[in-house]
Every structure is written in structure tokens, then in C-alpha cells.
């Protein structure tokens, strides 16, 4: 059984910063992918910055080197750095990760979701 839990949202007046924290737990051979997508009412979930299985760096455009997403390998925890906020950054942030864990065959490869955290920018 794996785990993604987000935490570090709440509500921020624009120009402000936040940290999200994403920890993931459970039975975990390998993290081949994590990263931050994010999903405001009435649109379609995109992805905001993330690790590929490659170990590169993918970041949305709208981020605009505001925000930093980085990881502690050691604590199976990524961290979404998010300065400059502004309203339309609000949204629900999900943490996604493609976990490796064993089974008797040997190693599957899942997809994982966090259960989300809001982040509301506003004056």
C-alpha cells in the first residue's frame, strides 16, 4: 500500500508564497516519476512542474520561474516552492507520483495520487 500526503496549502494574498510537501509512504521499491498538478474549478487538471523517470525537470509555462519544485530522495518528499502568487494560481494542488513496489512476480509500476490541498490567492 502506497501513500501521497500533501501538505502547505491555505490562503495567500497575491504576491505571496506558499510550500507544498508531498510525502509518500508505504511498501516503495522505487519513485520513477513525482511531481505537482493542479486543478481550479470548472477546468481540466494540468500538470505545474515535475521529475520525469529520466531525472528531468518539466515545469508548466505559466510558472514563469516562480515557482521551484525540488526533493528529498531520502524522505520520498518533493516540495513545490511558490512565490509570486497570484489569483489565477488558485487551485486544488495534487501531488502524482509512478511508484515501483514488488510483487511476487517481481516489480509493478503504479500511478498515485495524492488526495490534494487547496491554495486560494486572494486579497
Known amino acids: 500500500q502506497v501513500q501521497l500526503v500533501e501538505s502547505g496549502g491555505g490562503l495567500v494574498q497575491p504576491g505571496g508564497s506558499l510550500r507544498l510537501s508531498c510525502a509518500a509512504s508505504?511498501?516503495?521499491?522505487?519513485?520513477?516519476?513525482m511531481g505537482w498538478y493542479r486543478q481550479a474549478p470548472g477546468k481540466q487538471r494540468e500538470l505545474v512542474a515535475g521529475?520525469?523517470?529520466?531525472?528531468?525537470?518539466n515545469y508548466a509555462d505559466f510558472v514563469k520561474g516562480r515557482f521551484t519544485i525540488s526533493r528529498d530522495n531520502g524522505k520520498n518528499t518533493v516540495y513545490l516552492q511558490m512565490n509570486s502568487l497570484e489569483p489565477e494560481d488558485t487551485a486544488v494542488y495534487y501531488c502524482?507520483?509512478?511508484?515501483?513496489?514488488?510483487?511476487?512476480?517481481?516489480?509493478?509500476?503504479?500511478?498515485?495520487w495524492g488526495q490534494g490541498t487547496q491554495v486560494t490567492v486572494s486579497s
Open positions: 508505504g511498501s516503495i521499491f522505487s519513485i520513477n516519476a
Open positions: 502524482n507520483a509512478a511508484i515501483s513496489t514488488v510483487v511476487p512476480v517481481g516489480l509493478t509500476e503504479n500511478d498515485y
Open positions: 521529475f520525469t523517470s529520466g531525472g528531468r525537470l
